[in-house]
Each structure stands twice: as C-alpha cells, then as structure tokens.
C-alpha cells in the first residue's frame, strides 16, 4: 500500500465545499454555547440552543463558501469578514428556523394551542426584524454581541490553518485585499 503524497490531504483540504461545511462545523458548537447562555438568560425555549448549533453551521458554511471558496481568494481580512458575516448571518438563521419550527408544530403536528404562527414569508421580515433588535439592543445588553469576534476569530484561525495547507489552490492574499 502506498501513501499519499502529503498526510494533510483529508477530507477537509480536498474540495471547497468540504472546506466550508468544516468551517461550519467548526462553528456549530458556539452557535451551540450562545444558544444554552440564551436558555439560561430565560430568552429562548428548550430548543434554542439546536437552532443556534444549526443556524451556526448553515450560516458559516455558506459565509465560507461565498466569500472565500467561491472566489478562490484567501486571506486575513476575507477570512474574518466570512466569519462576522457568517456570525451575523445565523442570528438571522436561528431566528427563522424558530419560525419555521412553530408553523410545523401548529400546522404539521396539530398543536394548535392559539393564533398560528406568522407564516414562512413573512417570517422572512420578522426574523431580520427580530436578529436586528436582538443583536443592537439585546446583544449589547448581555454577552450576545459577542458572537461577531468570536465567529471572526474562528474566520482567521481556519483561514490559518487552510493557508498553511492550500498554499496553491486558492489564491493567498498576504498583503491588503
């Protein structure tokens, strides 16, 4: 049995979509610990803290895979905007999953314990309604706005970590953008 020429070739480092369904990976037990701190500060139901692990990993796959797989350019600045973005773009995510939860409970499942919820498009409006006031006035309140650093930081440790090992894939950006 032969080896491969380089042992860093796993299923991260071999296509752009792995690459950003990893970096969501990455980001999904975050979305998970903002999640379980929104529970404890009495702010979301049993469930919020799957939709924040989700909506992590949608967001910051599809931040990941635009921003930087897509236009074949890695580099510091492009990686932590793909991580605030991304960051930014899942509390918008896990507000809508919680509306499309709640249609599929009332409509699907029969619970029909009031009003019905808003429906899937106009929880489009809601949700960035909802994630903005959250993220401004809820957010800086508690330790939510933290969620955009943090989702930067991770931006820069992963574009690190696939510069060091995609040097000749994807066009590295050392200097300004």
């Not at 635009?66 to 990686?79: D, P, S």
């Not at 507000?95 to 699907?108: F, T």
């Amino acid at each position: 049995m032969s080896q491969p020429a380089t042992t860093h070739q796993n299923a991260m480092t071999r296509s752009p979509v792995s690459r950003a369904l990893c970096f969501g990976l990455v980001c999904a037990p975050v979305g998970v610990a903002f999640g379980i701190y929104l529970r404890k500060l009495s702010m979301g139901d049993l469930n919020v803290s799957c939709y924040a692990g989700v909506s992590a990993f949608l967001a910051q796959s599809l931040s990941w895979y635009f921003l930087i797989e897509r236009q074949r350019k890695l580099g510091v600045r492009r990686a932590i905007c793909a991580g605030v973005f991304g960051a930014a773009l899942s509390h918008y995510v896990c507000w809508y999953l919680q509306i499309l939860s709640l249609n599929v409970d009332y409509w699907v499942f029969w619970n029909q314990t009031g009003e019905p919820p808003a429906n899937p498009i106009q929880g489009l409006w809601i949700a960035f309604g909802w994630s903005l006031v959250s993220l401004l006035y809820i957010g800086f309140r508690s330790w939510l706005w933290l969620a955009l650093p943090v989702g930067g930081y991770l931006g820069l440790v992963f574009g690190a970590f696939i510069e060091k090992h995609l040097e000749n894939e994807l066009e590295v950006n050392h200097g300004a953008e």
